[in-house]
C-alpha cells in the first residue's frame, strides 16, 4: 500500500510539471494507494488557497478578514 502525500495531490490537479505526470504514472500503475483525512482536509484547504492566490491575489490569509 502506498499513501500518497498532499503534495502528490495538489501538484496533479493542479498540473504542476514535471511531477504530475510522474503522481498520474503511480496512480495508474499501483492499484493499493491511500489517503488520510487530514491529508484531504490539506488538499481542500491548498486549493482554496491557491484559487485565492491566483483569482483574487490574496497570499496571506490575514487579508481575507
Known amino acids: 500500500m502506498i499513501l500518497l ?3 502528490a ?5 493542479h498540473s504542476v ?3 504530475a505526470s510522474r503522481v498520474k504514472q503511480i ?4 492499484k493499493d494507494l491511500a ?5 484531504i482536509d490539506e488538499v ?3 486549493s482554496i488557497r491557491l ?3 491566483r483569482r483574487y ?3 496571506r490569509i490575514k487579508r481575507i478578514y
Open 44 to 46: 481542500e484547504f491548498t
Open 27 to 30: 496512480i495508474i500503475s499501483i
Open 35 to 39: 489517503v488520510t483525512l487530514r491529508i
Open 57 to 59: 491575489g490574496i497570499k
Open 17 to 19: 510539471e514535471p511531477y
Open 5 to 7: 502525500d498532499t503534495n
Open 51 to 53: 484559487k485565492g492566490w
Open 9 to 13: 495531490i495538489v501538484y496533479y490537479l
